[in-house]
T-cell receptor
Framework: GQNIDQPTEMTATEGAIVQINCTYQTSGFNGLFWYQQHAGEAPTFLSYNVLDGLEEKGRFSSFLSRSKGYSYLLLKELQMKDSASYLCAVNDYKLSFGAGTTVTVRA | DTAVSQTPKYLVTQMGNDKSIKCEQNLGHDTMYWYKQDSKKFLKIMFSYNNKELIINETVPNRFSPKSPDKAHLNLHINSLELGDSAVYFC?????????????FGPGTRLTVT
């Protein structure tokens, strides 16, 4: 079975940094995705990690440790538009999603 | 141009009815998916087609029947709708079906069964 855990909610201030953790226990693993989903909209791709280490893309970075079954998404210089749900998804030849972390950015 | 489109965007219907949702992608991708997102925002895969062939069929009631007339289209027909079918249904596509590629999601169809 698939077990993917993320915190339910996080709140941070504009300009700050927030780290969203994701732990997983899955029957197979071929990589881990992070998607962003604004309320009432479709998920959109943020990052994909296959190997251990940090992938940086502008204000967003994602980290993976396969031996620990752990990933995090780091959001820097938070902006109001970053208020959204962030979904961790494990690739086992299909995507299994966590329940998502709702991030609220306050002025 | 819209990459992945779905119709309708909203669907309100009564228990027992049959309804269909249509999806089209103009990205030239080989693989298309149907996902269900329930009220708790949990996104779960239902079906996947690769070049018109069914490759993923999760534990879904057989009242749900997908159909892919060609690799650019994937429709979802639901028979005998139940209250628990109320959810947002997302269509998605990706270049290949191995799970290693970014998926592009449609805008979603919000289904409400009364």
């Amino acid at each position: 079975g698939q077990n993917i855990d993320q915190p339910t909610e996080m709140t941070a201030t504009e300009g700050a940094i927030v780290q969203i953790n994701c732990t997983y226990q899955t029957s197979g693993f071929n990589g881990l995705f992070w998607y962003q989903q604004h309320a009432g909209e479709a998920p959109t791709f943020l990052s994909y990690n296959v190997l251990d280490g940090l992938e940086e893309k502008g204000r967003f970075s994602s980290f993976l440790s396969r031996s620990k079954g752990y990933s995090y998404l780091l959001l820097k210089e938070l902006q109001m538009k970053d208020s959204a749900s962030y979904l961790c998804a494990v690739n086992d030849y299909k995507l299994s999603f966590g329940a998502g972390t709702t991030v609220t950015v306050r002025a | 141009d819209t990459a992945v489109s779905q119709t309708p965007k909203y669907l309100v219907t009564q228990m027992g009815n049959d309804k269909s949702i249509k999806c089209e992608q103009n990205l030239g991708h080989d693989t298309m998916y149907w996902y269900k997102q329930d009220s708790k925002k949990f996104l779960k895969i239902m079906f996947s087609y690769n070049n018109k062939e069914l490759i993923i069929n999760e534990t879904v009631p057989n009242r749900f029947s997908p159909k892919s007339p060609d690799k650019a289209h994937l429709n979802l027909h639901i028979n005998s709708l139940e209250l628990g079918d109320s959810a947002v249904y997302f269509c998605a596509s990706s270049p290949r079906g191995t799970g290693s590629y970014e998926q592009y999601f449609g805008p979603g169809t919000r289904l409400t069964v009364t």
